[in-house]
């Protein structure tokens, strides 16, 4: 069975150089897409990552602290999440499944709007959310995270088929973050390989390059390399969260 429908949600746009988001990059400064991806499935509504925290619409300094200053943030608040959602017909509440490809600020931000979903991440990743290394704290925003110890959370050491029928297959592909992941979503006509933050750019995937906060860079790079081998090998898309030619180029409604 497929996957029946995808859309691309927009979320905050973030301005970085490229030499934050990977090895080798310059300071050419990029406009990076921060989406939600929400898969329908005869089995229920999927989400894969949750952007940023709204707070930040109105106050980034006073919830994410000094690293406001040094992304710039443009985000309005008729593109938070929750309302992307009811633009496209379903409300948060109908969100069976949220996948969190890691727990950075610019993916974490919107986990509390759905309280009664399943939350299915890499192994290894709350724990790191919860107490990172010095260096790289103010990539995690602790009150992201708080509300959610009561979810119910599946941690995953390992890749599985969502509903037992090819259509969604969560990927473990850490390095990045010790449980970063991945999820390749079948749908009635192409397969789209969602790499959250597996790789950062189109020429991080070609050079096989990692970036600067990467907890593991040896284990980053088996990653990318994975990631290029399904492409290879089950002829899928891949769609690289942060990369702004694959926000441009890519179908935000895919069926
Ligand atoms: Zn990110």
């Not at 990552?49 to 106050?59: F, M």
């Not at 990743?125 to 990539?139: F, K, S």
């Not at 941690?155 to 999820?183: K, R």
Request: hydrophobic fraction near 40%.
């Amino acid at each position: 069975m497929n996957a029946r429908k995808m859309w691309a949600l927009p979320g905050a746009e973030l301005t970085a150089p490229a030499s934050l988001l990977m090895h080798g990059g310059d300071a050419t400064l990029l406009q990076l897409p921060c989406p939600s991806f929400l898969i329908e499935h005869p089995k229920g509504l999927v989400l894969f990552d949750t952007g940023c925290n709204a707070k930040i619409i109105d106050d980034a300094v006073g919830y994410w602290g000094q690293i406001a200053q040094a992304l710039p943030i443009k985000w309005s608040k008729t593109e938070t999440l929750d309302r992307q959602i009811e633009g496209v017909g379903y409300k948060t509440s109908n969100v069976k499944y949220v996948i969190l490809s890691h727990s950075h600020l610019d993916h974490s931000g919107g986990l509390t709007y759905f309280p009664n979903a399943k939350f299915l991440v890499g192994a290894h990743e709350l724990q790191y959310a919860y107490w990172p290394d010095p260096d790289r704290r103010w990539a995690f925003i602790l009150n992201d995270f708080l509300p959610t110890r009561g979810y119910d959370w599946l941690e995953l050491d390992h890749d599985i088929d969502l509903f037992g029928d090819g259509a969604l297959q969560f990927l473990y592909t850490p390095g990045h973050t010790p449980g970063e992941c991945s999820l390749l979503v079948s749908l009635p006509n192409r397969r789209i390989l969602l790499t959250g933050d597996t790789v950062h750019l189109r020429a991080a995937l070609n050079q096989e390059a990692t970036m600067p906060i990467d907890t593991d860079p040896i284990t980053a790079v088996r990653s990318i390399k994975r990631i290029k081998a399904i492409r290879d090998m089950q002829d899928a898309t891949v769609w690289i969260t942060h990369d702004p030619d694959d926000w441009k180029e890519h179908p935000h409604r895919i069926e």
